[in-house]
């Protein structure tokens, strides 16, 4: 059966490659919605879960992944940085801190459903305010959960407890798990 990447995101693509070597992409273009009172948990499987369903309902044939990632600290889910100054915010509020990833997953295969989240913790580094300028001139905060990706840069993170492709964006143990149980990948 073909898979479905319901998610336009390259790091995802290049850790769902490492399961499977061929598979398609087609982005969802659900408006994503949120109920901020669940655990981070739930949040993070109801917003891949509506990826899947959206790819899902348009390409009923296919098995179909989604998947979403959260980065929650003290209580509140912070995701993609609004503008450069909004990265810079998020940076220095972990910085030094432990704070949880979850990606949330949902396969939609047939009349089958998995779905689950992984979290991971993650310990940052005493960022110093010029790393913190340089690191978001570069671009590359504005499009990940948290204002960062830990494949970025080995000066951001000390340590992690978890998967580190959970991190990134795809927690690969368990998906690979997952795409085994449903026939999808031997």
Same mark, same amino acid.
């Given at each position: 059966?073909?898979?479905?990447?319901?998610?336009?995101?390259?790091?995802?693509?290049?850790?769902?490659?490492?399961?499977?070597?061929?598979?398609?992409?087609?982005?969802? /273009? #659900? $408006?994503?919605? @949120?109920?901020?009172?669940?655990? !981070? +948990?739930?949040?993070?499987?109801?917003?891949?879960?509506?990826?899947?369903?959206?790819?899902?309902?348009?390409?009923?044939?296919?098995?179909?992944?989604?998947?979403?990632?959260?980065?929650?600290?003290?209580?509140?889910?912070?995701?993609?940085?609004?503008?450069?100054?909004?990265?810079?915010?998020?940076?220095?509020?972990?910085?030094?801190?432990?704070?949880?990833?979850?990606?949330?997953?949902?396969?939609?295969?047939?009349?089958?459903?998995?779905?689950? /989240? #992984? $979290?991971?913790? @993650?310990?940052?580094?005493?960022? !110093? +305010?010029?790393?913190?300028?340089?690191?978001?001139?570069?671009?590359?905060?504005?499009?990940?959960?948290?204002?960062?990706?830990?494949?970025?840069?080995?000066?951001?993170?000390?340590?992690?407890?978890?998967?580190?492709?959970?991190?990134?964006?795809?927690?690969?143990?368990?998906?690979?798990?997952?795409?085994?149980?449903?026939?999808?990948?031997?």
């Amino acid at each position: 059966m073909k898979l479905i990447l319901a998610s336009a995101s390259p790091r995802r693509r290049e850790i769902l490659s490492a399961l499977i070597p061929s598979f398609e992409i087609v982005p969802a /273009a #659900c $408006e994503e919605r @949120v109920d901020l009172t669940l655990p !981070p +948990e739930e949040i993070a499987r109801s917003l891949a879960r509506q990826k899947a369903e959206e790819v899902f309902s348009r390409r009923p044939e296919a098995a179909v992944l989604g998947a979403d990632t959260i980065v929650y600290f003290r209580g509140k889910v912070l995701g993609k940085p609004k503008d450069a100054e909004d990265a810079k915010r998020t940076l220095r509020m972990l910085s030094g801190n432990t704070h949880s990833v979850f990606t949330g997953y949902c396969i939609l295969c047939g009349k089958n459903r998995a779905e689950g /989240a #992984c $979290e991971t913790q @993650v310990e940052f580094n005493a960022l !110093p +305010e010029p790393f913190i300028e340089e690191y978001v001139a570069g671009g590359s905060p504005m499009d990940k959960a948290g204002s960062y990706g830990i494949q970025d840069d080995a000066r951001l993170v000390r340590a992690y407890r978890g998967s580190y492709t959970n991190i990134v964006g795809l927690p690969e143990e368990a998906i690979g798990a997952e795409l085994r149980k449903l026939g999808i990948i031997q």
